[in-house]
């Protein structure tokens, strides 16, 4: 049976990057690896980075997974058209929790073809979650939305700190004893998944073998769709063409960065920026993963070219229509720095709808 690996985790937690260092860990291992990502919609910078970095890559996108259960397991078998995988990862939206009971057990009780399922892990971004599990109420977000938050800690087997690299220890530790106190009997591991510090316990935790996915919650999912909803989603794909060679990498740390200061001088909390840019068979990611956190290149091309293909995922708390104003800005601003123009070919703005899963196993 494939292994099946759910990774959560709230959005900039550091999923796509843990997704893409568990592929090649065990793709040097010899084993075929198949990856499913999701979204909303369309256009995200995570296939594209995955695809661009040679693996095979699925897409579920218009709805989360425990909305789109059938989409799932339909992506599943088309990984394995040609050959079964040996491990299976997979990526939910990062805003969606509940997925114990609409996910993995549907999995195990209704999917036909067996999975073996791995701990479920959730992955903490330290940034904001410091700041809300310390309830001091500087989390950011609304209280609406940090439900979310607490509750994929709540339903995970296991809790990964990432991003220690950023952290001194005294505040790694400080978020694992929150973790403790309020979460009681939680397994925490701390990794770096940019560096693979403490990449190999995170390795050793998903091998256990036994029944998991066991800790099903009582969700007030009206509370669940206001939280989601306070949240503007875009996802934008668009072609910038200089008369120059331009630096892609400088492009991208530009474009966020730049986008992440409109948003904070406008009190527009931001959960997740990441753009990707593509030239001639070179890629560099840039994001960003709060207002208060300075943005990075975690992939960088090192690339110059005349034209290339940037898409913009933003994850951000206000209007999605202020959201695609600022974007359209900031890719104009960029454009006139360095002496390009843009050709947008999508850009989709809006606010989730209320999750409706197709099923929810409890018992």
Request: hydrophobic share 40%; charged share 20%; aromatic share 8%.
């Amino acid at each position: 049976m494939p292994r099946f690996i759910l990774i959560g985790g709230f959005l900039g937690a550091g999923k796509s990057t843990s997704v893409g260092r568990l592929a090649r860990y065990y793709t040097d291992q010899g084993r075929k690896v198949g990856i499913v990502t999701n979204d909303q919609t369309t256009d995200l910078v995570d296939t594209h980075s995955l695809r661009n970095q040679g693996f095979e890559v699925g897409e579920v996108a218009g709805a989360c997974f425990c909305c789109n259960f059938h989409e799932l397991t339909r992506t599943v078998e088309q990984l394995s058209s040609h050959q079964l995988p040996d491990v299976i990862i997979a990526e939910p939206v990062g805003s969606c929790t509940d997925l114990v009971a609409t996910v993995i057990r549907p999995l195990v009780s209704i999917y036909e073809s067996p999975l073996d399922v791995a701990p479920y892990g959730v992955i903490l971004k330290p940034s904001h979650g410091l700041r809300i599990l310390s309830g001091d109420g500087r989390g950011g977000f609304s209280p609406k939305a940090e439900y979310i938050f607490r509750k994929q800690i709540e339903e995970a087997d296991f809790v990964i700190i990432n991003r220690i690299d950023e952290l001194p220890a005294v505040l790694v530790q400080e978020l694992a004893d929150l973790i403790e106190r309020e979460y009681p009997g939680r397994t925490v591991l701390c990794m770096s998944a940019k560096t693979g510090e403490g990449f190999d316990t995170y390795i050793e935790f998903l091998q256990q073998q036994g029944q998991f996915g066991t800790r099903v919650m009582e969700m007030d999912y009206d509370l669940y769709a206001e939280g989601e909803a306070e949240l503007g989603w875009l996802n934008s794909q668009c072609r910038i063409k200089a008369g120059q060679p331009i630096e892609i990498d400088s492009l991208l740390m530009e474009l966020v960065s730049g986008l992440q200061s409109r948003l904070t001088g406008e009190s527009a909390e931001v959960a997740h920026l990441k753009a990707i840019g593509m030239a001639d068979g070179n890629y560099a990611v840039a994001n960003a993963v709060s207002s208060f956190t300075l943005p990075e290149l975690s992939l960088p091309s090192g690339y110059s070219a005349e034209r290339a293909d940037v898409v913009v995922n933003a994850r951000v708390a206000t209007a999605p229509e202020r959201l695609e104003e600022l974007v359209r800005e900031q890719i104009t601003t960029i454009c006139s720095r360095f002496g390009a123009s843009a050709t947008i070919d999508t850009m989709q703005s809006f606010r989730p709808g209320r999750p409706v899963p197709t099923h929810r196993i409890l018992s």
